[in-house]
């Protein structure tokens, strides 16, 4: 073991017992910083990495418990194991120093190899802890990463098996996050948002391929078949417990709704619906009408943003809009790039929106 690379913190009052600590430790490699309170303990830690800290309970002012106490309370030092030193062998301070998180403890005085084995021991054990905490958390992360791609997938199938719903659900999930960030949700919030997006259409698996794919304008009935995919969407989400799939039940279920309460399912209006369906409502019907899907042409951004500004205050919750429009060069760049996967693999689609233009548009009409 490279004792070099781990740093320990020796604390005690008395100079004489830190030196001798110290001398110990140095000459087989670790490196090392003293301290002679608990206040410049609590000090240090803030400023410095430590491996290990070796910590005499008989201190004056905050003594070695109420150091140890202090250290394990803070998110940030709570990991750092503690070895109390002391010479007490009184059964009840032994006992509260391990109630309040010390590891191990070594009765003074000691043999020099007893202090480098126990010593050795606890930097053994924190390194095997924190390789298995990263075994755990990249194990964790595979997990989700696996979630995730699943969830884009099946939001794939549920649009239509076809390489263009594909896409639509990829963009509906960038325009989601980028419109989220612009209202300053968190990161974090903002992601799963991101990813929940993906299942907006899940319930659609619940619909027939027929009306799905249908080219025609559905009929009244055909119409209601369609809306049941929102419930079914919810109700196949609903039973987890993991708070991606949390939020895109809540997606499924409320992004058809309209602000002015004329949508569906449930009717729901103004803030009543989830900030979730909100921002999905956007950015599914922007991408709905910039794009072409089975059933009908893409329309022109210029028409497609007329028809999203005139549906502010009544489809969409207005504060968004406003905030859509304002970072338009934003949304249109999505647009673009996915243009152009598009053009690649078909010559004959239209061209690239002209992004001066619309902006000179929107200038116009303010």
């Not at 958390?137 to 076809?162: C, F, N, P, V």
């Not at 799905?212 to 417990?241: C, P, T, V, Y």
């Not at 019907?285 to 028409?303: G, H, I, M, P, T």
């Amino acid at each position: 073991m490279d004792n070099n690379k781990y740093n320990i913190l020796v604390v005690d009052d008395e100079k004489d017992n830190t030196k001798i600590v110290t001398t110990i430790l140095k000459s087989v490699g670790y490196r090392t910083r003293s301290a002679s309170d608990g206040l410049t303990t609590l000090r240090l830690v803030r400023d410095e990495q430590f491996d290990l800290i070796l910590l005499d309970i008989m201190m004056p002012m905050l003594n070695g418990i109420e150091t140890c106490k202090y250290l394990k309370e803070d998110s940030l030092t709570s990991s750092i194991p503690v070895i109390f030193l002391t010479a007490s062998d009184d059964a009840q301070t032994l006992t509260k120093a391990y109630s309040v998180g010390g590891s191990d403890y070594i009765k003074k005085p000691f043999l020099k190899e007893e202090l480098l084995a126990r010593v050795h021991s606890r930097l053994t054990l924190r390194d095997y802890e924190k390789n298995l905490e990263y075994k755990v958390q990249e194990r964790t992360k595979e997990i989700a990463d696996t979630q995730i791609q699943l969830m884009y997938a099946l939001g794939g199938i549920a649009e239509g098996h076809s390489k263009e719903t594909h896409l639509h659900v990829m963009r509906v999930a960038e325009f989601t996050y980028r419109l989220a960030k612009l209202i300053d949700m968190d990161e974090e919030e903002a992601q799963r948002l991101k990813n929940a997006s993906t299942l907006h259409d899940i319930g659609k698996l619940g619909v027939s391929n027929y009306l799905l794919h249908k080219k025609d304008l559905l009929n009244e009935q055909e119409f209601r078949e369609i809306k049941k995919h929102a419930i079914l969407g919810a109700k196949m989400l609903k039973h987890s417990q993991l708070p991606l799939f949390k939020s895109a039940a809540i997606v499924c279920e409320q992004h058809h709704d309209k602000w002015d309460g004329t949508g569906y399912p449930r009717g729901l209006k103004g803030r009543n619906i989830h900030i979730y369906g909100r921002i999905v409502a956007i950015a599914d019907v922007y991408d709905a009408l910039s794009f072409r899907r089975s059933y009908k042409d893409s329309w022109s951004q210029l028409e497609v943003l007329d028809f999203m500004r005139d549906m502010s205050g009544k489809h969409f919750d207005p504060t968004l809009i406003d905030v859509f429009f304002e970072h338009i060069d934003e949304f249109l760049s999505i647009h673009n790039t996915s243009m152009e996967q598009i053009q690649k693999n078909d010559k004959s689609s239209k061209k690239m929106t002209n992004t001066k233009k619309i902006l000179d548009w929107l200038l116009k009409e303010r």
